[in-house]
């Protein structure tokens, strides 16, 4: 199965069968995941940047690699994030000011698999 195919397999199972990529999604995932370069995505709100940040991620973490960093301005935002992260079996975690209380053990998963600090994690 191609990276694209894995790809297009986790989408459907983050958003449904009918989902599709949106122009320049996949080759955001693709540039990050397959050809192991820095993308920068720069899209409206609602274009669907957390996909490409957690099927990259997903991507990645089947080959083997590390945590992902994903910084986000925005709880809320945040909180829709990990929804979606744990949609494609990603495991993710954050870092805030309402959540002082997790930030330990949140630090303590990232040592676990290798990281050293985070602001906002993803594993």
């Not at 720069?42 to 945590?67: C, H, I, M, N």
């Not at 994030?81 to 959540?99: D, F, K, L, P």
């Amino acid at each position: 199965m191609t990276p694209r195919d894995r790809a297009i397999a986790h989408l459907h199972t983050m958003l449904g069968p009918q989902a599709a990529f949106r122009a320049g999604q996949w080759e955001a995932i693709e540039a990050v995941a397959v050809h192991k370069k820095r993308a920068l995505v720069v899209q409206r709100t609602g274009w669907g940047k957390s996909p490409v940040y957690f099927l990259a991620t997903r991507l990645l973490r089947d080959e083997g690699a590390g945590p992902t960093l994903l910084i986000s301005p925005l709880p809320s935002l945040m909180r829709n994030q990990i929804e979606m992260a744990g949609r494609t079996g990603v495991h993710a975690h954050t870092i805030h000011s309402a959540n002082r209380k997790e930030w330990a053990s949140v630090e303590a998963a990232l040592h676990k698999i290798g990281a050293t600090s985070c602001s906002s994690c993803l594993n």
